[in-house]
């Protein structure tokens, strides 16, 4: 009995030593078996392919096993250091056993499957690291019950599901990494009970909703990673009071409101500051350039407004400087002096300050920035002046883009110094003279882009030390001369060779096969003589093929059947002879075909791509038949009936070309003696142009203005279809209704303007009509030129389609022409003529479409003329002008009509040609907008907004070009991006119109030519 009275309290001192001293006493040997068991379980559940886990078998102390650690007293499992071992297979459940784990390190591997639910059976737990493997499923709930977890990093693998709520409950957590997963659902506002938290990485995932103002209770939080989600909203309040952080990334979502202006004074640890991608608008605070450590601002891609901020000098340390693709401006010729304060930054590696509205001359202390810089973007600005020679003292420099400014002067040889650059774009700007050779010595280029300048002179020989070039545009130049061979041995060549719109001669050099990588090749609108080689069939990778517009002669080569992806291909107008090589039928990728205006012969083939005639262009060969038409031609009867039909068409144009001499000469000599009679030489077109008409010759034109003539009503009258019996010509004519209040002035305004303006993008004006009609009425009209395709609205509307086969809409490329048409004609009035003219009231209605679908700007009844007095824009009138919906908010403020108004109006026009919806649809009601509706899906969801009766046309090509979807894609925001500009609702903001022209020409030539990127 005593010994068990002393054996008892023993028995409850051992159990009560194990209780709180876990570590130091073994409850049995089972467990270590335990422990033993699940290790080797988890070895035969992975591979292990460079025999890092051989130490593992039954014959040793698995303490000793490599990456195992143990605690000293009871040869438990406390941590697996198992990380960087490329370990495949699956994690064991039976891990779970480990009860005593503390440290978990599987980061590195390839390790896939989910993560084993009995991870929670392990409450010791304190790090649990598996990032970089290829872990699926979800996060197991249950995780919740590792009440001692520390850290928890599950970065880059695929995890999916939501996050669980209970995250929140692990109350110890300082470091919660589950970025570039597949995480889906919204942010738990659970987080923000995990007080000790300091890193915060959700970043790269899907998830979405708003950003829960609970984080704002994280005060110990140092890194914020949320990046690359689908979050929206604005961002709290509460988020912005960090104190503590260091990491502020909010990149690639859909997050909107002002920056707030303090944000400098309350992050002052900030280093990273990351929102670009986004919709943040205002401006970029100043205070941000209070905090003097700060490395990395990237605010691209959002909609800030204002200027570049001050105190940019005392950012030493900064590193990477993005405000591209915004709204921030600058003007005058200083107006890039920023630039300047940059040159304390002596670790700045990054400087990014491309499609801004940045206006200035590029000053010579760009050559003192820092000599780490790499990238060095300026493009799609209003850069001008010269580019300086001193930028070759950036000897690091991996990227400059120069390019859609208008830089004028020469290229400095000196940029052929910047050994290290793999980027050059010049592209679009004004250059003149002829390209340095030096650029040759730029061996480690991968992409030259100097299109669209007024570069004379030959292409350098020294081009072929060019080993890395994948890219090489040349285009829209003044280049002549040969095209050296030297750039057919450019075999790294893989994504576009584009020689096109110059002035280049000589034969087609037979080194072209060597571009076996290239992907484009376009030479088109040249002077290229000779053959096609038949080496152009080794060129395997070719895609599109372009030669149209030259010299070339001889036969199609039949080689051409090797290139088995080819797409496109455009040899028209050219002197091509022979037959059209049947191998053509079998290039089973090939969707354009384009022989058109040469002297090509014999039967047409019947397969492949001839099966569809709207891809194929044939016309201008006259010798070229069908295989019905071809079996007649062997027929003697009908090939001597043939000859007798072609006789006759000769007889009958020698003689009408004989009529035409005669006519001509008549006309010539009485040209004459009309120029003795009068001063000067009017020509008798000009004389008929503007010649008055009566009231009667406009009764007759209409047929009494015959309601079947009708085409038309506006604001101050209504338009008729005519045909002026004098000179038979068809024509549009607009009564005036003046009984309306202020169609007389409207007459008088449109005369005003039309008499001093003549664009091809506007609406002739051919004559008008003052008088009385019969019932002794004061009568005013106007006679335009006829448009056949009526307008821009009834296009938009679906009202009009074409008469084709298809009988669609507007295409992609229709509509970015016609905004062209329109910003040419815009931009003619406001910069070119002699008094800037404001349209005050530009819509779709007042668009039209001539027989070739160019777009005339129309109805100058609201015209303004605008003279420039003491800086400031004062218009003949001013008042509420225009068409609801269009009108700039400024004009309802009492505003002066102005030319940023027109920018305004031709902004929302701009919006609806490409979304179809009207600014006054129904849709829009109480704050809702044409431009708030785009812009809330602007830009990550841009397709949901544009109009779909676009995708329904099958019109993907231009000039030969294929236009992919990812194409569309970046059209559209670029596009959009237009429209935003133009819709700013401050008038001093807004870009100008020569800067729309400027862009939108950029924007197409990028769709057509597309670009590789950066």
Not at 58 to 83: A, E, I, M, P
Not at 156 to 174: D, V, W, Y
Request: hydrophobic fraction near 40%; include cysteine; aromatic fraction near 6%.
């Amino acid at each position: 009995m005593g010994t068990l009275t002393l054996a008892f309290p023993l028995l409850v001192l051992v159990l009560f030593i194990q209780s709180s001293f876990p570590d130091v006493v073994d409850s049995a040997p089972f467990n270590t078996l335990t422990d033993k068991q699940a290790l080797l379980s988890f070895k035969s559940l992975t591979n292990d392919p460079y025999n890092a886990l051989q130490s593992w078998n039954d014959s040793s102390d698995f303490c000793s096993w490599r990456g195992v650690s143990c605690n000293k007293y009871r040869g438990r499992v406390t941590g697996l250091h198992l990380q960087g071992l490329v370990l495949t297979g699956t994690i064991s459940p039976y891990i779970g056993n480990l009860s005593f784990l503390r440290y978990i390190h599987l980061q590195n591997n390839q390790l896939t499957g989910p993560l084993p639910s009995q991870i929670g059976n392990l409450f010791r737990l304190r790090v649990l690291n598996i990032s970089s493997n290829l872990i699926q499923d979800a996060i197991p709930t249950n995780m919740s019950r590792c009440s001692e977890l520390m850290v928890l990093d599950m970065d880059q693998n695929r995890i999916s599901g939501e996050i669980p709520p209970t995250i929140g409950l692990l109350s110890k957590l300082q470091v919660l990494k589950l970025g570039h997963n597949q995480l889906s659902g919204v942010i738990p506002p659970s987080i923000g009970n995990l007080s000790f938290l300091t890193t915060l990485d959700l970043g790269t995932n899907s998830l979405g909703g708003i950003i829960p103002s609970d984080l704002g209770c994280l005060s110990n939080l140092k890194h914020l990673q949320i990046s690359v989600n689908h979050l929206t909203g604005t961002v709290p309040s509460s988020l912005f009071n960090f104190s503590s952080i260091v990491t502020f990334a909010l990149a690639s979502n859909h997050l909107w409101g002002d920056i707030p202006s303090d944000i400098g004074f309350k992050l002052p640890n900030l280093l990273s500051f990351h929102i670009c991608f986004n919709k943040f608008t205002g401006a970029l605070p100043s205070s941000l350039h209070n905090i003097t450590k700060i490395q990395s601002i990237r605010a691209s891609n959002n909609f800030l407004t204002g200027s570049v901020p001050q105190g940019l000098e005392s950012l030493r340390d900064l590193q990477t400087y993005n405000i591209g693709f915004n709204l921030i401006a600058s003007f005058g010729a200083t107006g890039l002096n920023f630039i300047t304060s940059l040159t304390n930054s002596t670790s700045l590696q990054h400087l990014l300050l491309q499609a801004n509205l940045l206006e200035g001359v590029i000053p010579q202390s760009i050559s003192k920035l820092s000599s780490s810089l790499l990238r060095l973007s300026m493009d799609n600005n209003r850069i001008y002046g010269r580019i300086p020679a001193s930028i070759n003292s950036l000897s690091n420099l991996e990227l400059l883009n120069l390019s859609c400014n208008s830089i004028s002067g020469d290229i400095p040889p000196e940029i052929g110094q910047l050994q290290k650059l793999q980027k050059l774009g010049l592209a679009e700007n004004q250059i003149s003279g002829e390209i340095p050779a030096s650029l040759g010595n730029l061996t480690k280029l991968n992409t030259l882009e100097i299109f669209g300048n007024r570069l004379e002179g030959s292409i350098p020989t020294t081009f072929g030390s060019y080993q890395h070039l994948t890219s090489l545009d040349l285009s829209n130049n003044r280049l002549n001369g040969r095209i050296p061979k030297e750039l057919f041995t450019l075999s790294s060549l893989s994504t576009i060779l584009n020689l096109s719109r110059n002035f280049l001669s000589g034969p087609f050099p037979e080194d072209v096969g060597r571009l076996e990588n290239v992907g484009t090749i376009d030479l088109s609108n040249n002077r290229i003589s000779g053959r096609i080689p038949e080496s152009i069939g080794t060129c395997k990778s070719l895609q599109n093929l372009s030669m149209a517009n030259n010299l070339l002669s001889g036969p199609i080569p039949g080689t051409l059947r090797g290139v088995k992806g080819l797409q496109s291909l455009d040899l028209s107008l050219n002197q091509l002879s022979g037959d059209i090589p049947t191998d053509l039928q079998q290039l089973q990728t090939l969707i354009f075909l384009n022989l058109s205006f040469n002297d090509l012969q014999g039967q047409v083939p019947k397969n492949g791509v001839f099966a569809n005639p709207s891809r194929v262009h044939l016309e201008g060969n006259s010798k070229l038949c069908t295989f019905s038409a071809c079996q007649s031609i062997s027929n003697p009867s009908s090939q001597h009936r043939t000859i007798s039909i072609k006789l006759r068409i000769v007889i009958a144009t020698a003689s009408i070309l004989a009529l035409c001499v005669i006519v001509g000469s008549l006309w010539i000599l009485f040209s004459k003696r009309e120029n003795k009679a009068k001063i000067g030489a009017i020509s008798e077109s000009f004389r008929v142009r503007h010649r008055m008409v009566s009231y009667e010759d406009l009764l007759v034109a209409t047929l009494n203005f015959s309601p079947a003539n009708l085409i038309g009503s506006g604001s101050f009258g209504s338009v008729f279809k005519g045909n002026l019996r004098d000179d038979g010509i068809l024509v549009a004519i607009k009564v005036l209704d003046l009984d309306r209040n202020g169609a007389s002035k409207s007459f008088e305004a449109e005369c005003e303007v039309l008499r001093n303006v003549r664009h091809r993008n506007l609406v002739k004006l051919i004559t008008s009509c003052s008088s009385i009609d019969y019932g002794n009425a004061d009568f005013q009209a106007l006679v335009y030129e006829y448009m056949c395709h009526g307008s821009l609205e009834e296009w938009i509307r679906g009202t009009r389609k074409h008469e084709d086969g298809g009988g669609g809409g507007l295409s992609l490329m229709e509509r970015l022409n016609i905004a062209i048409d329109v910003a040419c004609a815009m931009d003619y009035l406001h910069h070119d003529c002699e008094a800037p003219v404001v349209h005050c009231d530009l819509k779709p209605s007042n668009v039209l479409l001539d027989e070739e679908m160019t777009a005339k700007v129309g109805d100058f009844g609201l015209a303004r003329l605008v003279i420039e007095k003491g800086g400031d824009q004062l218009s003949t009138t001013h008042g509420l002008k225009g068409t609801i919906g269009y009108i700039p908010p400024e004009y309802g403020m009492g505003g002066k009509p102005s030319t940023k108004g027109d920018v305004y109006s031709y902004g929302i026009m701009l919006l609806e040609l490409f979304t179809g919806k009207s600014p006054t649809h129904a849709t829009f009601v109480g704050e809702q907008s044409l431009k708030k509706w785009v812009l809330s899906a602007f830009p990550s969801m841009t397709m949901q907004v544009v109009d779909p009766e676009m995708h329904k046309i099958d019109r993907l090509l231009y000039q030969g070009k294929v236009i992919t979807t990812k194409m569309q894609q970046d059209c559209m925001v670029s596009v959009m991006g237009v429209g935003l500009s133009c819709t700013v609702d401050s008038p001093d903001m807004r870009i100008s119109m020569r800067d729309v022209l400027h862009k939108l020409n950029c924007i197409k030539d990028t769709l057509w030519k597309p670009k590789s990127g950066e």
